[in-house]
């Protein structure tokens, strides 16, 4: 699998991205869902919210798209776009790291490739229980 880590229009965020990959392989496995590769590219609001109304046809701002480039069959490859500020904004609302909450969404991206939904409260809250799950194998 291989994991690679863009800047589109903010300055990449500082983490340890070799860490952070094999972490991602690790859930990866855990789930028993292969990929291919994963680039994950981390821009602004404005750069997030003019993709979400490209593609999506949203006019809201959000923390992460997810686009799975491959067909239904694995393995995956896929691009996840980040928005460094709505991950800050997020840590202070949830009284969270920034470093944590980053690793959250970068996470979260991952386990919707692997087919975990957040649309109803219930998806919702196995999302949650399963990203605190894959946060604790960080190391």
């Known amino acids: 699998m291989r994991v690679s880590f863009h800047a589109a229009d903010v300055?990449?965020?500082?983490?340890n991205k070799k860490k952070t990959s094999a972490w991602i392989q690790t859930?990866?496995?855990k789930h028993?869902?292969?990929f291919l590769e994963v680039?994950?590219?981390?821009?602004?609001?404005?750069y997030l919210l003019s993709i979400n109304q490209q593609f999506l046809n949203h006019n809201t701002l959000t923390d992460i798209i997810t686009?799975?480039?491959s067909d239904?069959?694995?393995?995956i490859e896929a691009e996840i776009y980040i928005s460094t500020e709505r991950v800050a904004e997020n840590a202070l609302?949830?009284?969270s790291?920034?470093?944590?909450?980053l690793h959250r969404v970068i996470i979260h991206g991952i386990l919707h490739l692997i087919g975990f939904k957040d649309k109803k409260p219930s998806e919702k809250a196995l999302m949650r229980k399963t990203e605190e799950a894959c946060l604790s194998l960080r190391k």
């Open 27 to 29: 859930i990866a496995k």
């Open 32 to 34: 028993k869902t292969d």
């Open 11 to 15: 300055p990449l965020p500082r983490f």
């Open 67 to 69: 686009f799975r480039l």
């Open 93 to 95: 609302k949830f009284k």
């Open 97 to 101: 790291t920034l470093d944590t909450e």
């Open 72 to 75: 239904k069959a694995e393995p």
């Open 39 to 46: 680039s994950y590219v981390f821009c602004s609001d404005a």
